[in-house]
């Protein structure tokens, strides 16, 4: 069939009526967990959709003054201020390539100059910037792999780290003296160890908990001590099965245990005084906050609501603001002291139905799976399989548009926490390796199974949908299990995964060769297995994609390799192509294409029930 060149009608009443609640939910403004200066407190940095687009913006909690800093047609996310405030930097890349160089721009505004003059686009490999101006900023390019340069100010980048591996800057120590960095030197780019420098690239200490690649027991860097001559790092490991916080002093060579004895996973960091942790906890789709003073017994319950809490950091008053949000309410930025700390002006998203926990017995165990259903009317549904991306990520109780816009519409919404996702434990996160893919549809199928017995789903009226590696789920599901789908929707997927690997940026080239065991030329068998392509002319159900034509994560030549197959046979199939990369920060386009997947499945599936909250 032919390309959706243009915007459809879904269904025609919602263009004779003001905006129905789920473009609402996509336009109603939204701002990120502001990030704020270290040593200037009152100097913070946020993302807004304000204007339509995601956009950087510098706010003077003093004044209450707030500027926007970047203005470009597809919106940029990525930005940090200076220790001091005075300047913001931000990542000039081109369409959503992810391929450019750090900009520089001063706080109170002015002209926009090259913060790292000297050294070429790159995909961004971490950003650490000291307080004398000094620069540590991680480079990653498919001819040199990672590189690692010191940038002074007004002098040459000088290279202090170069592999072919992938390895990024964690973090620089108050007095800049010291830089943590991960690395997977050894091949597993699951599974990071550490490395800390000098300015001069000198290694002070290793930490590598895989024993040069032997072991799957990752690392993380998530900060020195926020105070002057503190040498202490806080770090991530799985030593017991789950992500959770250690301090290791890479001078005095100690690791020191924190007795944080959390289910699930836990991160962390500093109050600013370094005198206590902030633990960010989630366990089974929900997060918490804790505070925890080094050398006390436990830590002790910092009050948050039920839900999701997906960004947290304390304030140097001892407070701490969050980003919050639920499945049936929008994201705030929220305090401990009880106040919304940014509201942004205009119409709040209208609220959706709460999230319902289901639990699965699956080939590799119990599987999570969150469910919605419409607010009016019982089951069996037809039913969306929202799968997510990643693969290492999961669902959690948080607030989604896309989810609630099907719900809108008279359809339940499914998502698994499939093996491979976060969350539940480093043995599911590791499952997936080798047989990529089909593991991960064998629980979406468990899940399956379960939908349409309990009868919550209608069998006939099934939908396989996802982004990223839900989209390529999406299409391998399609090929490999062509009796359970009745329409599949696949944004932004891996389609042809020879073609993927050859064209995707380099640290994606890492992930493959971790997950698949060698490249294509060296498991040519694997790559087969877990292709989509191997198992287009199997695919029986009309099936939708969108795709970027910037995009380096999942690039366009192999999708229209997956395409070009879908037509030569005839399958009914719709494609839309974008001019952006791995999704669009551009509002407006994500209400197109949620409106064309919408389309697409009221056309073929027919005979649904109205929208419910949203006629």
């Known amino acids: 069939m032919s390309d959706a060149q243009k915007d459809q009608s879904v269904p025609e009443r919602e263009r004779e009526q003001e905006p129905p609640q789920w473009e609402q939910r996509f336009r109603a403004p939204r701002v990120s967990l502001p990030d704020w200066a270290e040593d200037a407190p009152d100097r913070a940095l946020f993302v807004s959709n304000a204007t339509g687009t995601y956009e950087l913006y510098a706010w003077d909690r003093a004044t209450g003054k707030q500027r926007q800093v970047t203005d470009r047609p597809n919106g940029t996310t990525d930005g940090v201020l200076t220790p001091d405030g005075r300047s913001v930097w931000w990542f000039a890349d081109t369409d959503g390539d992810e391929f450019g160089v750090w900009m520089r721009q001063p706080f109170d505004g002015g002209p926009d100059e090259p913060a790292t003059p000297g050294l070429e686009p790159s995909y961004p490999a971490g950003l650490a910037i000291g307080r004398d101006g000094t620069a540590v ?164 319950r910092v009050e948050t609501p039920p839900g999701t809490v997906s960004g947290a950091t304390a304030r140097p008053d001892g407070t701490v603001e969050y980003m919050w949000s639920s499945a049936a309410q929008p994201p705030a930025v929220r305090s401990t002291t009880g106040a919304v700390v940014l509201d942004p002006p205009g119409a709040k998203a209208p609220a959706s139905v709460p999230v319902q926990d289901a639990w699965v017995e699956g080939p590799g165990g119990r599987i999570h799976a969150l469910v919605q259903t419409p607010a009016t009317g019982d089951g069996p549904f037809p039913t969306v399989f929202e799968i997510h991306g990643g693969p290492t990520w999961h669902d959690s109780d948080a607030f989604a548009s896309g989810p609630a816009a099907w719900v809108d519409h008279g359809f339940a919404v499914v998502r698994v926490n499939y093996r491979g996702s976060t969350g539940y434990g480093r043995a599911w996160t590791d499952a997936l390796k080798h047989r990529v893919g089909l593991i991960e549809l064998e629980d979406v199928a468990a899940v399956r199974e379960w939908a349409v017995t309990s009868g919550l789903a209608d069998p006939e009226r099934l939908v396989l949908a996802g982004g990223s590696w839900g989209g390529y789920l999406t299409l391998l599901g399609l090929g490999t299990q062509p009796e359970a789908w009745a329409l599949g929707l696949a944004a932004v997927p891996v389609a042809d995964y020879v073609t993927a690997y050859h064209d995707e940026m380099e640290a994606l080239k890492a992930m493959d060769r971790t997950l698949l065991g060698g490249t294509p030329e060296e498991v040519p068998e694997r790559f087969e297995a877990s292709s989509p392509l191997t198992y287009v002319d199997a695919v029986r159900a009309p099936v939708y994609i969108s795709a970027g034509v910037n995009d380096p994560r999942c690039p366009i030549r192999q999708v229209e390799n997956y395409v070009d197959r879908l037509a030569a046979r005839g399958a009914v199939h719709e494609v839309y192509r974008y001019d952006a990369g791995h999704g669009s920060l551009v509002v407006e386009e994500r209400i197109k294409q949620v409106r064309l997947e919408l389309d697409f499945t009221l056309r073929h599936l027919g005979g649904l029930r109205g929208q419910g909250p949203a006629a």
């Open 137 to 300: 900023v991680g480079r990653s390019t498919d001819e040199d792999g990672t590189t690692v340069h010191l940038v002074r100010p007004g002098e040459e980048p000088v290279e202090i780290y170069r592999h072919r591996e992938s390895a990024g800057v964690g973090d620089l120590s108050h007095d800049g003296t010291l830089i943590a960095l991960e690395h997977t030197e050894h091949g597993d780019a699951m599974h990071s160890a550490l490395r800390v420098v000098r300015p001069d690239g000198s290694t002070v200490a290793e930490l590598d908990d895989t024993e040069g690649g032997t072991k799957e027991l990752g690392l993380s860097v998530l900060g020195f001590a926020p105070v002057a001559g503190d040498t202490r790092l806080l770090v991530g490991h799985q030593r017991r099965g789950r992500w959770e916080p250690m301090i290791w002093d890479p001078v005095a060579g100690t690791q020191t245990d924190l007795p944080v004895d959390l289910p699930g996973d836990a991160g962390a960091e500093w109050y600013p005084d370094g005198s206590a942790l902030l633990i960010e906890h989630g366990f089974e789709a929900r997060s918490e906050l804790w505070r925890y003073e080094p050398g006390a017994a436990g830590p002790v």
